[in-house]
């Protein structure tokens, strides 16, 4: 199962925005959004930035690394950075 596709379908119904809203918020064609729910192409860097900061996500959760949704704020992540 491809964890990326799942969850931002996941994430966006969860938000109650069409696959429409989604592509203009973030400046792209609605059928390339809808390859990247069924998996067909991977966004590139650029754009999985933009689906996080949308969504306010955090893009370790859309790739699969977290089961976090929300991004970490900032004392948060030197907390953790210096416990690696």
Do not use: W
């Amino acid at each position: 199962m491809q964890t990326f596709p799942v969850r931002l379908k996941e994430v966006r119904r969860s938000k109650e925005v069409t696959q429409k809203q989604t592509a203009e918020a973030i400046g792209i064609f609605e059928q390339s959004y809808q390859k990247y729910e069924r998996g067909k192409v991977k966004p590139s860097y650029d754009i999985v930035v933009k689906l996080c900061q949308f969504f306010g996500i955090s893009s370790d959760y859309l790739l699969g690394l977290s089961d976090e949704p929300r991004p970490l704020h900032q004392a948060e992540y030197a907390m953790q950075s210096t416990n690696c």
